[in-house]
């Protein structure tokens, strides 16, 4: 079955550590995109990659980074500089002009 | 920049009706639209391209006034399963764009 697939589920991070958030997609679309979520403030743009070995940043993209070797796969990592990382994040691919699908998400919380 | 959707949150009785707006402050190529359970990842309703196309199925449909940068959701006699969070998603041109999602708004509707 195609889709999108994100890891873990629920993530926790220590205050210091880089993280990194698995997205994997098996749609052969084009353009990636990593979303982080609070309550009330929607789905805010952190990264997004319309082709492989290439990635822009989005509104939101300080104290995170992005990769992108493989068309199928567009980790994020949370870094030691994002300094108010818990939330809801959410992995997407696109192709073409259709709809975007959506992996099941990651809770990051801090300890 | 994030389209803006009204109204914030809605509250419904099983049957009756809702609209939902999204505009934005660029011209549009695109506007998706989408519903989020709590917790779980968004799920597709529909997407209307340039050209003031409405779309619908079942009882929920869409238009899309690309003059005024505006699309509105219809969400006809409703039932328990609509509720949730709307997002419209805006991308501002063909090829290469971002895709760019609303604060959203919540939909409760009671028995």
């Known amino acids: 079955d195609g889709g999108i697939t994100q890891s873990p589920k629920y993530l926790f991070r220590k205050e210091g550590q880089n993280v990194t958030l698995s997205c994997e997609q098996n749609?052969?679309?084009?353009?990636m995109y990593w979303y982080r979520q609070d309550p009330g403030q929607g789905l805010r743009l952190i990264y997004y990659s319309q082709i492989v070995n290439d990635f822009q940043k989005g509104d939101i993209a300080e104290g995170y980074s992005v990769s992108r070797e493989k068309k199928e796969s567009f980790p994020l990592t949370v870094t030691s500089a994002q300094k108010n990382p818990t939330a809801f994040y959410l992995c997407?691919?696109?192709?073409?002009?259709?709809?975007?699908?959506f992996g099941q998400g990651t809770r990051l919380t801090v300890v | 920049q994030q389209p803006v959707q009204s109204p914030q949150a809605v509250i419904l009785r099983e049957g009756e009706d809702a609209v939902i707006n999204c505009s934005s402050s660029?011209?549009?190529?695109?506007v998706h639209w989408y519903r989020q359970k709590h917790g779980e990842a968004p799920v597709f309703l529909m997407i209307?391209?340039?050209?003031?196309e409405q779309k619908g199925h079942d009882k929920i449909s869409a238009s899309f006034n690309e003059k005024k940068q505006q699309s509105s959701l219809y969400l006809t006699a409703s039932q328990l399963s609509y509720s949730g969070t709307y997002f419209c998603?805006?991308?501002?041109?063909?090829?290469?764009?971002?895709?760019?999602f609303g604060k959203g708004t919540m939909l409760l509707v009671s028995p």
């Open positions: 749609l052969n679309h084009d353009a």
């Open positions: 997407a691919s696109q192709g073409g002009q259709s709809e975007a699908f």
């Open positions: 660029k011209a549009l190529y695109s």
């Open positions: 998603g805006t991308e501002e041109n063909s090829g290469y764009s971002t895709l760019t």
């Open positions: 209307l391209l340039k050209g003031g």
